[in-house]
């Protein structure tokens, strides 16, 4: 019913930048919040950056200063631009939609996931 897709990942050498953008569809009536999150093999995912639909955001300590999250009004698109990446910001980056409600609202809002994409950064 709801599908979450991540696009732009890709390899990049440090001290690049790179915009991951993340979108969400489906039979959606609200959606509280947009996360971007990444794993790394062998580690727990992670939080990167996430933004509610009152515009506030939160950035992991690492990413501070360094990387951006956007999204539009009703939070179904969102934007990570990633600048200074490092070696150590390589990961699967994932997108996940929190507190989605459906037009329907035959289910409690729930948050939906994206499948990943990958970022690599050489040196």
């Known amino acids: 019913q709801v599908q979450v897709v991540e696009s732009g990942g890709g390899l990049v050498q440090a001290g690049g930048s790179l915009r991951l953008s993340c979108a969400a569809s489906g039979r959606i009536l609200s959606i509280r919040s947009m996360g971007w999150y990444r794993q790394t093999p062998g580690n727990q995912r992670e939080l990167v950056a996430s933004i509610i639909r009152d515009g506030s955001t939160n950035y992991a300590d690492s990413v501070t200063g360094r990387f951006t999250i956007a999204g539009d009004n009703a939070l179904k698109t969102s934007y990570l631009q990633m600048s200074g990446l490092k070696l150590e910001d390589g990961a699967v980056y994932y997108c996940?939609?929190?507190?989605?409600?459906?037009?329907?609202?035959?289910?409690?809002?729930?948050?939906?996931w994206g499948r990943g994409t990958q970022v690599a950064v050489s040196s």
């Open positions: 996940k939609a929190g507190g989605v409600a459906l037009l329907d609202n035959t289910m409690a809002p729930r948050d939906y």
